[in-house]
């Protein structure tokens, strides 16, 4: 069974940066396209960034140019930098496959950017 574990998060100003890190094991993901989701409070879950086997990658609108993901497959983990960070950015942060998510979650990272 995969197991995703994300970390990084925390409490940031705005402007400023974070690196989240999402740890996948049980199951060999350098074949698959991954991706970062994102959910603010009552709010649905939204796709932040993607990367396929290869490096490609696709954002959302709202962070094209100040987020940058990536992977290392060796390590079977995928990273989320976040610069210029903005208030509307807060969020819990999760990875998942991408487009056919695992149907297991985990608990993802929370963010909060706040001055």
């Known amino acids: 069974q995969v197991q995703l574990v994300e970390s990084g998060g925390g409490l940031v100003q705005p402007g400023g940066s974070l690196r989240l890190s999402c740890a996948a094991s049980?199951?060999?993901?350098?074949?698959?396209?991954m991706a970062w989701y994102r959910q603010a409070p009552g709010k649905q879950r939204e796709l932040v960034a993607r990367?396929?086997?290869?490096?490609?990658?696709n954002y959302a609108d709202s962070v094209k140019g100040r987020f940058s993901i990536s992977r290392d497959n060796a390590k079977n983990t995928v990273y989320l930098q976040m610069n210029s960070l903005k208030p509307e950015d807060t969020a819990v942060y999760y990875c998942?496959?991408?487009?056919?998510?695992?149907?297991?979650w985990g608990q993802g990272t929370q963010v909060t950017v706040s001055s």
């Open positions: 049980g199951s060999t993901f350098s074949g698959y396209a």
């Open positions: 998942n496959k991408f487009p056919i998510p695992y149907t297991y």
């Open positions: 990367i396929n086997s290869v490096g490609s990658t």
